[in-house]
């Protein structure tokens, strides 16, 4: 079974640009979260999608955003990108919630905003 | 809301040798206790989890985890560490099922292993 796919896997953008991250989660699974990792900050969690549906959300602003579609596939935005925002966004997929299921890691995307 | 406290940020052993990484969690109810890997430019790779039930937790690799309540601790441990070990580890926190489904990280503890 193929893995968790993140494109793309590199991406550089300047300030005040949007940029759209696409995850394909494991076939079968319908759980996506989307976690957000930085050298000062460490891992946090952005959002979770179940059935096309968001169950949860991270303490983020509002320019962070994501869907998820009738697939499973997901899509995390982010708008007015800021310097900080430079980071390696993780996606990672389960059968069901995490809660219940254990969540399979994709490689990343590491966004850099110049 | 709950925490996760990794007081090593690097450790180093020498090949063969025993391995310790600590945990220390801060949580109202029954947490939800996961233990991760990552390596240089990949994605993270569960190691264990703790739900409930039995206290030790036997994971991939040769690792294994005990939870602790009265010390709020899940100590990740493995006997004999290989060169192949060299990675971050990441100790991680779940809220109780179905309220408020937020996974907190710990900061990682870099693990290096000297032949």
């Known amino acids: 079974k193929a893995g968790v796919t993140q494109t793309p896997r590199y991406l550089i953008k300047t300030r005040g640009q949007q940029v759209t991250l696409s995850c394909s989660p494991i076939s079968g699974h319908r759980s996506v979260s989307w976690y957000q990792q930085t050298p000062g900050q460490g891992l946090q969690f952005l959002f979770e999608y179940f059935s096309e549906t968001q169950r949860n959300k991270g303490n983020f602003p509002g320019r962070f955003s994501g869907r998820q579609f009738s697939n499973s596939r997901s899509e995390m935005n982010v708008s007015t990108l800021e310097l900080g925002d430079s980071a390696l966004y993780l996606c990672?997929?389960?059968?069901?919630?995490?809660?219940?299921?254990?969540?399979?890691f994709g490689p990343g995307t590491r966004l850099l905003v110049l | 809301a709950q925490s996760v406290t990794q007081p090593d940020i690097h450790i180093t052993v020498s090949e063969g040798a025993s391995l310790e990484l600590r945990c220390n969690y801060s949580y109202g109810a029954t947490p939800y206790l996961f233990w991760y890997v990552q390596s240089p430019g990949q994605g993270l790779q569960l190691l264990l989890k703790?739900?409930?039930?039995?206290?030790l937790v036997q994971g991939i690799k040769g690792f294994e985890a005990e939870f602790k309540r009265s010390q709020s601790s899940f100590n990740l441990r493995k006997p004999s560490v290989h060169w192949s070990d060299a990675a971050e580890y990441f100790c991680a926190v779940g809220a109780e099922r179905y309220n408020n489904n937020d996974m907190r990280f710990g900061a990682g503890t870099r693990l290096t292993v000297k032949p």
């Open positions: 990672a997929s389960s059968s069901y919630p995490w809660e219940q299921e254990t969540q399979y």
């Open positions: 703790y739900f409930s039930g039995d206290t």
